[in-house]
C-alpha cells in the first residue's frame, strides 16, 4: 500500500512534466546559467581556481534543487491538488515519498548534465572515480531532497513562500553540502582521496537515515490543519 | 517563577552592574593580555546560546507532536533568545577573534557551528513572522531538523583543522579567572531566565487574547 502510493504520487508527477517539460528544462538552463556565472568568477586568465569545480556543481545542484522544489509544489498549490492528494485515503508519508522521489529523479537528469559541463569547464577530473562521484552523488541528493520536499510542502500555504524555501533549506543543508564539497574534492585530488571520499559517504548516508526518518515523523503533524 | 521575578531581577541587576569590578580584576591572561578579558561575555554567552537552543528544540518537538500550546509559547521564547545570545556571540567572537589570531573570522568547527546555527534560529523567527497562518508547525518542524543538524555539522568541520579553544578550558580556569566567568556565566543565565519568563508569559495573554476575540465572534 505504502510504496503503491507513493510510486502513484510519483507517476502522477511524472505524466504532467512529461506532457510540459516545464519544470525539467528551467532548471536545466537555470543550472547550466549557475555555472556560466561561476566561471567568470572563479576562472583566472582562461585558467579555472583549484578546487572550485567540486564546488559549483554541489552550489549549482543546490540552487537548481530549490528552484524545482518551488515550482513542483507551486503547481500543486495551483490547482489545489495538494489538499486532494492529503485527502485521500492513502498514508500521508507515502505522498511524501512519492513527492521526494520525483525531485530525487529530476535532480538525477539535471545532474547527467551538469557533472559533464563543470568537468569540461574547469578542468575537474570528475569522471576518474566514476562509481565513487556516482554514490556521493546520491546520497548527497537524497538528503537534499528529503529536506527539501518537506519544507516546500510545508510551505505550500505558506505566506512569502518563494524566499522562505531558501532561507529555510540552505542553513539546513550545511551539513549536506559541506559532506558533498569535502567529498567531492578529495575525489578530484591526484590521486583521488578515496578513504575521506569513503568517509564522507558515510557520513551522508548517516544523514540521509536521520533527515527521512524525522521528515517521516513530521509530514503527518506537518501537514494536518 | 513569575513571584520570583522582581527580587530575582534586582539580584541580575546588582550582578551586570558588579560583574566588570571583577572582570577587572581577573588576572590577565599571559599572551592576550586585555582582549582576553571579552571571553568573561563571549563564552558565557555561547554556553547560554546552546542551552536556548536545546530548549527550543525539545520544545518544538513536545508542540509537534504532543499539540500542547505551552510548548509553543515556550518554544517562541527559547528561539528568540538563542538569536539574541548567537548575537552577543557574533558580536564579540570576531572582535576577540581579530586581536588573537589577525582575522575577524575563520571557518574553523566552532564558528561555522555556531553561525549556522544562529541562522536557523533567524529562519525560525521569520517564519513565525512572515509565513502567515499555521506557521507555528512549520517553525516547529524546523527547530527539530535544526537540532538533528547540530552534531553533523559538529563531526564534519571537526575533521578541518581547529583554531577555536576546546571546551575543556572552562573547567580548567585557574581559581581567579574561574570566579569571574562562573559570575557572568551566573548572571547571564539569570538574564536568560528572566527574559524567558517575561517571554513565556507575553506569549501565554497573546493566546488568552486571541481566545477572548475567538470567544467574542461566537
Redesign the interface.
Known amino acids: 500500500m505504502f510504496a503503491r502510493t507513493a510510486l502513484l504520487v510519483l507517476r502522477k508527477d511524472f505524466a504532467i512534466e512529461v506532457k510540459s517539460r516545464e519544470i525539467l528544462y528551467t532548471t536545466l538552463l537555470f543550472a547550466v546559467s549557475c555555472v556560466l556565472v561561476f566561471s567568470i568568477a572563479f576562472v583566472k586568465e582562461g585558467e579555472p581556481l583549484e578546487d572550485a569545480a567540486a564546488g559549483i556543481l554541489w552550489i549549482a545542484i543546490e540552487f537548481a534543487g530549490t528552484l524545482a522544489l518551488g515550482r513542483t509544489f507551486e503547481r500543486e498549490r495551483y490547482a489545489e491538488t495538494l489538499r486532494a492528494l492529503l485527502l485521500a485515503p492513502a498514508p500521508r508519508a507515502a505522498v511524501y515519498v512519492g513527492k521526494m522521489l520525483g525531485i530525487l529523479v529530476l535532480l538525477a537528469v539535471v545532474e547527467l548534465l551538469l557533472v559533464p559541463i563543470v568537468a569540461l569547464l574547469f578542468h575537474a577530473p570528475l569522471f576518474a572515480q566514476p562509481f565513487l562521484l556516482v554514490v556521493l552523488l546520491a546520497v548527497g541528493t537524497i538528503g537534499f531532497s528529503a529536506v527539501g520536499a518537506l519544507f516546500a510542502a510545508m510551505l505550500v500555504r505558506a505566506r512569502s513562500r518563494d524566499v522562505m524555501l531558501p532561507i529555510l533549506l540552505y542553513p539546513m543543508t550545511v551539513p549536506v553540502m559541506i559532506a558533498g564539497v569535502r567529498g567531492t574534492s578529495a575525489l578530484l585530488q591526484s590521486p583521488a582521496d578515496t578513504p575521506m571520499a569513503v568517509m564522507w559517504i558515510g557520513m551522508l548516508a548517516a544523514l540521509d537515515v536521520v533527515f527521512i526518518t524525522l521528515a517521516l515523523w513530521a509530514f503527518e503533524p506537518v501537514m494536518t490543519e | 517563577m513569575r513571584k520570583a521575578f522582581v527580587p530575582l531581577l534586582v539580584i541580575a541587576g546588582a550582578m551586570f552592574a558588579y560583574a566588570p569590578v571583577m572582570i577587572a580584576q581577573a588576572p590577565f591572561e599571559s599572551t592576550m593580555g586585555l582582549v582576553q578579558k571579552i571571553f568573561y561575555y563571549h563564552a558565557p554567552s555561547g554556553m547560554i546560546m546552546l542551552l536556548a537552543a536545546l530548549v527550543c528544540g525539545v520544545s518544538s518537538a513536545v508542540y509537534?507532536?504532543g499539540?500542547k500550546p505551552g510548548a509553543d509559547h515556550v518554544a517562541i521564547a527559547s528561539a528568540e533568545l538563542t538569536a539574541l545570545f548567537g548575537a552577543i556571540v557574533m558580536a564579540t567572537g570576531p572582535l576577540w577573534a581579530k586581536k588573537a589570531w589577525g582575522i575577524w573570522w575563520d571557518w574553523d568547527p566552532r564558528l561555522?557551528m555556531s553561525f549556522?546555527g544562529w541562522?536557523?534560529s533567524l529562519?525560525y523567527l521569520?517564519?513565525r513572522k512572515?509565513?502567515?497562518?499555521?506557521?507555528d508547525?512549520?517553525a516547529?518542524?524546523?527547530a527539530?531538523?535544526?537540532s538533528?543538524?547540530v552534531p553533523?555539522?559538529y563531526?564534519?568541520?571537526n575533521?578541518w583543522r581547529t583554531m577555536h579553544p576546546k571546551t575543556s578550558v572552562v573547567p580548567k580556569l585557574p581559581p581567579l579567572m574561574a570566579g569571574p566567568f562562573w559570575f557572568s556565566f551566573t548572571a547571564l543565565f539569570l538574564l536568560f531566565l528572566l527574559l524567558m519568563t517575561a517571554r513565556i508569559h507575553l506569549e501565554q495573554q497573546r493566546a488568552a487574547l486571541d481566545q477572548m476575540y475567538l470567544a467574542e465572534e461566537d
Not at chain 2, 512572515?130 to 506557521?135: K, R, V
Open positions: 509537534l507532536w499539540r561555522t549556522v541562522m536557523i529562519a521569520f517564519v512572515y509565513a502567515g497562518p499555521g506557521s508547525k512549520l516547529a518542524a524546523l527539530v531538523f535544526g538533528a543538524n553533523f555539522i563531526i564534519s568541520v575533521v
